[in-house]
């Protein structure tokens, strides 16, 4: 399935500790057909945040379009 910008995903596997799989962002950048960025939300509804960065890289096969 093709992603595309604003697209809403879920996470398809666990990136680090606080990315876990199942849960939920938006592409807010699409860099190629295999390469997005993306901002993750938590169970609260707030975006996940880890150091400074809000948004994080991801290749297509990390994410799901839901």
């Known amino acids: 399935m093709k992603i595309e910008q604003y697209d809403i995903i879920e996470l398809a596997e666990d990136l680090n500790a606080n990315l876990k799989k199942g849960m939920c962002g938006t592409v807010v950048e699409k860099f190629s057909e295999d390469e997005f960025e993306i901002e993750v939300i938590d169970n609260k509804g707030s975006t996940v945040q880890l ?16």
Do not use: E, P
């Open 51 to 66: 150091g400074n960065n809000f948004t994080f890289t991801v290749r297509k096969d990390q994410i799901i379009k839901i």
